[in-house]
């Protein structure tokens, strides 16, 4: 395990909780993900064919397209891309580039990779959820790419992310729509969910 943190309270926290893993092979790194993320590719502590999941777990622009280009190109040897788990901000996201779009903001630049995320402005939720997962897909060569809502409260409310589930394994998608529709209780049915997200619904023999 290979986690990343810049607040020092969680880095602590994080600390604390590696003690109690003795077991288990668990590296905390202190900083800027998006330096020390490349650090640490670099150092190449993953194995050509190991394989390989990573979430990133980010507020709204905190995440660099670099930092999501160096996962998804670091080992070009495996069968594989390291498989990515991206949250998207949805709930606040129009109120955030509208503010970067009125002062300017390099943050945001780094964050789409290029000055042309204002594409994203004025596009409905699933419209623009699926125009970053395309990148996914287009920009970075995944096979599979599609876009989870999270919503604020299990079975309903409002979409605060989006989770980017992106991939080259056949059956990840399948096996993420029954992990989703188990955890998540989205108040639209299952049938509904996978219509939307353009997969197969699934029963239990095909999800097993």
């Given at each position: ?7 020092k309270t969680k ?142 409260r299990k079975g ?53």
């Open positions: 395990f290979h986690l990343f943190e810049k607040k880095v602590a926290a994080l600390r604390s909780l590696r003690a109690t893993q003795p077991d288990r092979d668990i590296n905390v790194y202190e900083g800027d993900c998006n330096v020390q993320i490349a650090e640490m590719l670099a150092s190449s502590p993953i194995r050509d064919k190991e394989a390989t999941f990573c979430l990133l777990d980010q507020r709204t622009f905190e995440c660099t397209w670099a930092t999501v280009r160096a996962l998804a190109e670091h080992n070009p040897k495996s069968e594989h891309k390291i498989e990515l788990f991206y949250f998207l901000a949805n709930k606040w996201l129009d109120r955030a580039l509208g503010g970067a779009k009125k002062t300017g903001s390099d943050r945001v630049t780094a964050w789409w990779g290029g000055p042309d995320w204002q594409q994203l402005l004025g596009l409905n939720l699933w419209d623009r959820a699926q125009q970053v997962a395309d990148r996914f897909k287009n920009h970075l060569g995944y096979k599979f790419v599609k876009p989870w809502p999270i919503y604020s309903g409310g409002s979409v605060m992310y989006f989770m980017i589930h992106a991939t080259d394994h056949p059956r990840a998608h399948d096996l993420m729509a029954r992990a989703y529709n188990n955890a998540v209780s989205p108040p639209e049915s299952p049938e509904q969910i996978a219509l939307e997200l353009g997969v197969a619904p699934l029963d239990d023999e095909t999800a097993t």
